[in-house]
């Protein structure tokens, strides 16, 4: 006999639908992230420090346009009126400006194969910061997995001749924004919300200096590369939206996974598209931390499921990423 089929209300409800939108959203998410070399190259002509003044103003821009589309302005209120709040929303406005930053440089600078790097340690990094500060317990092969990417980095070192500053300045960055975060009561949007408020005023009077003295890109006749700079908004928002959505509806451990699907595609665009250099140590450093990464999501998923199995919650990560 046909199994009849669920009505609309019903297939919300449903797991397997559940799932299925939720590795659509988080997917969409990290694909755009790691695609998002191809836009800030295209704003090569742009110089990093502007691109990152336009990204910070468009998200501020859209950010607070939705929030008040949506009736959620009382919420942005609040994270603004709570001292603590607040104070650690300056700490992670400096932490997210940083790492934009390095990465919009980096990719400038035809380092995407560092970035990658970055935030192919980050899940490592947030690790070892939960051990120093949040006096987490580090498990035995969690344990093992730092250190063999610890060997992975240092055989990089090695290679290039100098330390990968640009890949542990991301993945230090974003970790303890990461772990601030983790203690503001404020979701995603919202958090980043506040943090572009608070760089838009810096910002937007140094744009205006910067256009007083006739060197800003903006409305200087080239209406490709003005769409780009207000679009920087758009691409630093829509995917934020989209992992939010993804988080909400899938278990940690599938998050785990997904979230390298972006250095991976930002690692195939600069070996394959970019053609930044990609000797024999670069492939063995990067086997290494791939080695590293295989043992800590195993250990990963091996916790979920008996956490799972104890009825504990879904555990969201942190966002936004480059």
Do not use: C
Request: aromatic share 10%; charged share 15%.
């Amino acid at each position: 006999m046909a199994r009849p089929a669920l009505s609309p209300a019903a297939a919300d409800r449903d797991p397997a639908a559940e799932t299925r939108r939720g590795v659509a959203y988080a997917g969409a998410a990290f694909l755009f992230w790691g695609l998002a070399p191809i836009y800030w190259k295209a704003l090569g002509a742009v110089p990093p420090a502007e691109v990152l003044a336009h990204r910070v103003v468009w998200s501020f821009v859209l950010l607070t346009g939705m929030l008040v589309a949506a009736r959620r302005g009382r919420e942005l209120v609040a994270a603004v009126r709570r001292p603590k709040t607040l104070a650690t929303l300056v700490l992670t406005t400096a932490l997210i400006a940083v790492n934009w930053y390095v990465y919009i440089w980096a990719i400038d600078a035809d380092r995407v194969l560092e970035s990658s790097l970055g935030y192919f340690v980050n899940p490592l990094v947030n690790v070892l910061l939960g051990v120093a500060f949040l006096r987490e317990r580090l498990p035995k092969a969690q344990a093992w997995a730092v250190a063999i990417a610890a060997v992975g980095v240092a055989i990089l070192t090695v290679e290039v001749g100098r330390v990968p500053w640009v890949a542990l300045a991301l993945a230090g960055t974003f970790g303890f924004y990461g772990l601030l975060r983790k203690t503001v009561d404020a979701g995603p949007q919202v958090g980043l919300a506040v943090e572009t408020a608070l760089l838009t005023p810096l910002t937007l009077l140094w744009l205006g200096r910067l256009h007083a003295a006739g060197d800003g890109h903006l409305g200087g006749g080239d209406l490709g590369v003005d769409a780009l700079l207000v679009g920087a908004g758009l691409v630093t928002v829509l995917p934020l939206v989209w992992f939010t959505q993804g988080a909400r509806l899938l278990p940690l451990s599938a998050l785990g996974l997904l979230q390298y699907l972006a250095p991976t595609l930002q690692f195939l665009l600069a070996v394959l598209v970019y053609r930044e250099p990609f000797t024999a140590r670069h492939l063995a450093a990067f086997a290494v931390i791939w080695a590293a990464l295989g043992v800590f999501t195993w250990d990963l998923r091996r916790r979920v499921r008996q956490g799972a199995a104890r009825g504990a919650g879904r555990i969201v990560p942190p966002a936004p990423r480059g």
